[in-house]
């Protein structure tokens, strides 16, 4: 039997075994996705419960006095550090867009990275971010290719930032565990930090010294060059920096030191992005909550009250604003494109008259 003859005979079976595992997809797709969403919605409703336990003893009316004696100026020197985070942020897509080596211009690469960003921060970012970076990259000329090095550039950029700030944070800040999880870690802190150090020294080494593309499911990946790498840890860590700073704005003054914040929320952020919880809703809550009044055997409710004024007000500065300003630049690029797609329409009469 000659090997075109074996070919043609066994290409049917290949067909009929693809079909399969076609059909067998899609069967499962909606089941896991239910699956996945009721588990989200589960992690949620869980953390809200653990939420609701810890303000058990205390009042609206504690929290609005504190919203209230929280200066002006404080709120103020928040949404600029806020406005100047997603100024930072602009730096994610660049570096991507760079990588790529698409040109785009700075003002487009701008509204993709705010709107792409806020919209992670209010509804997820497979949800948000994702979906309406895809709508808007495939509208400048990238393909579905690109856009998948693109997320997972920016996927990485990400990790590498937490990973960077988190072991500078360990290794160097003066950050202060709650005992009840100090007694529970078989290492110090430390141990953490110089472990995600050398993440971020491996990283850079595999940037310098790989530089023949890796095939992963089928495509080839390649690691960016060494001043985009660079770029990539100073972009994201400014980033993490940045939001955890306006956070510790927002906190009433003596509520916890910056080191201890910057923490707090980088674990908050581990964990929501890992669980898939859109824009960190109850985690952020409860593991800054947890981390920032465990330092005491029985937090005062004042405290308690402090960490919940400002994670309130972090909310509405660091997500609900940025997400309504996200909404109506989104709404004007939509605008934008169907007053072209219109104008198109009308020369394609216009010519064929």
């Given at each position: 039997?000659?090997?075109?003859?074996?070919?043609?005979?066994?290409?049917?079976?290949?067909?009929?075994?693809?079909?399969?595992v076609?059909?067998?997809?899609?069967?499962?797709?909606?089941?896991l996705?239910?699956?996945?969403?009721?588990?989200?919605?589960?992690?949620?409703?869980?953390?809200?419960?653990?939420?609701?336990?810890?303000?058990?003893h205390?009042?609206?009316?504690?929290?609005v006095?504190?919203?209230?004696?929280?200066?002006?100026?404080?709120?103020?020197?928040?949404?600029?550090i806020?406005?100047?985070?997603?100024?930072?942020?602009?730096?994610?897509?660049?570096?991507?867009?760079?990588?790529?080596?698409?040109?785009?211009?700075?003002?487009?690469?701008?509204?993709?990275?705010?709107?792409?960003?806020?919209?992670?921060?209010?509804?997820?970012?497979?949800?948000?971010?994702?979906?309406?970076?895809?709508?808007?990259?495939?509208?400048?000329?990238?393909?579905f290719?690109?856009i998948?090095?693109?997320?997972?550039?920016?996927?990485?950029?990400?990790?590498?930032?937490?990973?960077?700030?988190?072991?500078?944070?360990?290794?160097?800040?003066?950050?202060?565990?709650?005992?009840?999880?100090?007694?529970?870690?078989?290492?110090?802190?430390?141990?953490?930090?110089?472990?995600?150090?050398?993440?971020?020294?491996?990283?850079?080494?595999?940037?310098?010294?790989?530089?023949?593309?890796?095939?992963?499911?089928?495509q080839?990946?390649?690691?960016?060059?060494m001043?985009?790498?660079l770029?990539q840890?100073?972009?994201?860590a400014?980033?993490?920096?940045?939001?955890?700073?306006?956070?510790?704005?927002?906190l009433?003054?003596?509520?916890?030191?910056?080191?201890?914040?910057l923490?707090?929320?980088?674990?908050?952020?581990?964990?929501?992005?890992?669980l898939?919880?859109?824009?960190?809703?109850?985690?952020?809550?409860?593991?800054?909550?947890?981390?920032?009044?465990?330092?005491?055997?029985?937090?005062s409710?004042?405290?308690?009250?402090?960490?919940?004024?400002?994670l309130?007000?972090?909310?509405?500065?660091?997500?609900?604003?940025?997400?309504l300003?996200?909404?109506?630049?989104?709404?004007?690029?939509?605008?934008?494109?169907?007053?072209?797609?219109?104008s198109?329409?009308?020369?394609?009469?216009?010519?064929?008259?």
């Amino acid at each position: 039997m000659s090997p075109e003859h074996d070919t043609d005979s066994t290409a049917p079976q290949d067909v009929d075994s693809q079909d399969e595992v076609q059909k067998l997809h899609q069967a499962w797709r909606l089941p896991l996705e239910i699956a996945k969403y009721t588990t989200v919605f589960g992690i949620i409703a869980f953390c809200l419960w653990i939420v609701r336990a810890k303000l058990k003893h205390i009042t609206w009316a504690q929290i609005v006095e504190s919203v209230e004696n929280i200066p002006p100026s404080q709120i103020l020197l928040a949404i600029m550090i806020t406005a100047l985070n997603f100024v930072v942020l602009t730096g994610y897509d660049w570096i991507a867009v760079t990588y790529l080596k698409k040109k785009l211009s700075i003002s487009k690469i701008m509204v993709g990275a705010v709107v792409g960003y806020a919209f992670s921060n209010v509804v997820g970012w497979m949800l948000g971010g994702t979906a309406v970076r895809y709508r808007m990259y495939r509208r400048w000329g990238f393909s579905f290719m690109d856009i998948v090095a693109f997320i997972s550039l920016l996927t990485v950029t990400f990790w590498m930032g937490m990973f960077l700030l988190a072991g500078i944070a360990f290794v160097m800040l003066p950050v202060q565990l709650p005992d009840e999880y100090q007694d529970k870690l078989y290492f110090e802190p430390i141990v953490f930090g110089y472990v995600f150090l050398a993440v971020i020294l491996s990283y850079l080494m595999a940037t310098l010294l790989i530089r023949k593309p890796l095939k992963i499911g089928g495509q080839e990946y390649s690691f960016p060059p060494m001043n985009l790498s660079l770029l990539q840890l100073v972009v994201s860590a400014a980033d993490f920096a940045l939001a955890s700073l306006v956070l510790y704005i927002l906190l009433p003054d003596g509520t916890a030191n910056y080191s201890t914040v910057l923490v707090s929320y980088l674990a908050a952020m581990i964990v929501a992005v890992t669980l898939h919880v859109p824009g960190g809703f109850g985690v952020l809550e409860v593991i800054v909550l947890d981390l920032l009044t465990k330092n005491e055997v029985t937090p005062s409710n004042e405290l308690i009250v402090a960490v919940t004024c400002g994670l309130l007000l972090f909310r509405a500065v660091y997500y609900l604003i940025p997400g309504l300003i996200a909404l109506v630049m989104f709404l004007w690029q939509e605008v934008i494109f169907w007053r072209q797609k219109k104008s198109e329409g009308e020369l394609a009469i216009g010519d064929n008259i």
